[in-house]
């Protein structure tokens, strides 16, 4: 894994035009940014289009970055801005989610089976993290990603502030409203526990 010193120095080298560095960089983001576009659209192909946008965008746009900055909330905040222009122009097919346990996705929703647990276990909390991944697809974008960001993702609320470009009041307020939707699934009472 890239250090934070020598991920400043990919960074200033790619603003100089070397791919090779910005490559590293993209090995370091590709799959976190991956599974957070997967989580907001529930599409793998358009989510890997869009996570190679992502990148594109960035090398392009990487000579503005500010060192001062936090690369990584950068990259989000740019997926983010592409997944909701595409939300916007129509231009995604919304899909129910094809794998929670997709191998490229970064989540907390991976995890290691119980081998002490009987396997209709296994299966039947496999089958919960599918239903809460498909009910946290049917809610408005800005409730989706608050909730992705933080509980998939695992982001505090000031990184998930600076992503989306609103207050950690804002945050706050869109996370509550998104919890009390999944209430309404009833859901949300279990999502802490199983993401």
């Known amino acids: 894994m890239v250090e ?5 120095e990919l960074i200033r080298r790619s603003q100089k ?3 090779e560095a910005f490559g590293r960089l993209v090995e370091k983001y590709q799959n976190r940014i991956y599974g957070y576009i997967y989580h907001l659209i529930g599409n793998k192909t358009d989510a890997e289009d869009i996570t190679q946008e992502v990148f594109i965008k960035a090398y392009r746009s990487i000579k503005r970055f500010n060192l001062k900055s936090s690369f990584y909330t950068w990259l989000y905040r ?3 801005n ?3 222009d595409k ?4 231009k995604i097919a919304f899909l129910p989610f094809e794998s929670p346990t997709d191998p490229k996705q970064e989540s907390l929703l991976q995890h290691t089976p119980d081998l002490s647990s009987p396997v209709e276990e296994s299966v039947i909390k496999e089958q919960i993290r599918k ?4 009910n946290i697809n049917k809610l408005q974008i800005e409730y989706k990603s608050v909730i992705i960001l933080r509980y998939i993702q695992g982001r505090n609320y000031v990184e998930i502030a600076k992503i ?3 207050s950690i009041r804002t945050v706050g307020s869109r996370l509550f409203r998104a919890l009390q939707q999944l209430r309404k699934l009833k859901i ?3 999502i802490i526990d199983l993401l």
């Open 4 to 8: 934070k010193n020598s991920e400043v």
């Open 17 to 19: 035009g070397d791919t």
């Open 78 to 80: 740019i997926a983010h």
């Open 82 to 84: 592409l997944v909701v």
């Open 87 to 90: 939300i916007r122009h129509n």
């Open 131 to 134: 239903s809460i991944l498909e």
């Open 164 to 166: 989306l470009r609103r």
């Open 188 to 190: 949300a009472e279990g």
